[in-house]
């Protein structure tokens, strides 16, 4: 049994192979990212300090980086490489405090935003973690139905 959180689980992300799950909790702190056939606690991620209602997580191809989008106009890149420390090693403030997806881009350092808006973001960083907004549109016409 996974032992994930004390409180209820926001948000639920399986690798593409499977053999990793990632949980968030409703208070949106901390992201765990469990081996699913040990159900061992691989990391422990630090999203922040301040509550957060998260709206998606997702690892890239490789299972070696992890984007995190929440309620805080944020989105964090993880790296799941062993080395780095827990926290982020990118952050990227978004326009808009709405419900999002995120995934990672075909392009190196990707990664595609899309809120419940109906906005779409590409955001790119560096080796250096700075990142830049490389496309921004509007792509959604919404309607009360």
């Known amino acids: 049994m996974i032992p994930a959180h004390t409180g209820p689980l926001a948000v639920l992300a399986l690798n593409m192979q499977g053999t990793m799950l990632a949980t968030a909790s409703d208070k949106g702190t901390l992201i765990r990212i469990f081996d699913t056939s040990t ?3 691989l990391y422990e991620l630090r999203r922040g300090t301040n509550r ?3 709206s998606c997580v997702a690892f890239n191809r490789m299972s070696n980086l992890l984007c995190v989008t929440s309620d805080t106009k944020t989105l964090h890149i993880f790296s799941l490489d062993g080395k ?3 926290r982020s090693i990118t952050k990227h403030t978004l326009s808009q405090a709405l419900p999002s997806v995120c995934c990672f881009g075909n392009d190196e350092n990707t990664v595609i935003v899309i809120s419940s808006s109906g906005y779409y973001y590409k955001i790119r960083w560096n080796e250096k973690g700075e990142t830049f ?3 921004q549109f509007k792509f959604m016409l919404l309607s009360d139905d």
Do not use: F, Y
């Open 133 to 135: 907004k490389e496309e």
């Open 84 to 86: 780095s420390k827990s």
């Open 52 to 54: 957060a209602r998260i």
């Open 39 to 41: 159900c061992l606690l």
